[in-house]
Nanobody, 122 residues
């Protein structure tokens, strides 16, 4: 009923930039918090950044000042602009959102995208 589709991952050199996008589709009534998580090999999935429907943002300490999260509510998308990338940013990045459906407007459920690989290497 809901799909989150990420795009924009790839290979980039240290110090470079990438922009990740995530588009939500389906029988959506409302989208609340939208987030980006990442999971590096052998490590737990961690929160990178999130943004509320009102535009309030929060970032992991490791990405503050380098990454920027934004959203377009009309297009149901969330963007992660990543600058000054480091090898330790290498991970699979996942989009996550709390969404209520047209068929159940009072109940929000949590949804995940399929992930997109980001590799920072020279």
């Amino acid at each position: 009923q809901v799909q989150l589709v990420e795009s924009g991952g790839g290979l980039v050199q240290p110090g470079g930039s990438l922009k990740l996008s995530c588009a939500a589709s389906g029988n959506i009534f409302s989208i609340y918090v939208m987030s980006w998580y990442r999971q590096a090999p052998g490590k737990q999935r961690e929160l990178v950044a999130h943004i509320t429907s009102g535009g309030n943002t929060n970032y992991a300490d490791s990405v503050k000042g380098r990454f920027t999260i934004s959203r377009d509510n009309a297009k149901r998308t969330v963007i992660l602009q990543m600058n000054s990338l480091k090898p330790e940013d290498t991970a699979v990045y996942y989009c996550n959102a709390d969404i209520s459906l047209i068929t159940s407007t009072l109940t929000a459920r949590n949804y995940w995208g399929q992930g997109t690989q980001v590799t920072v290497s020279s």
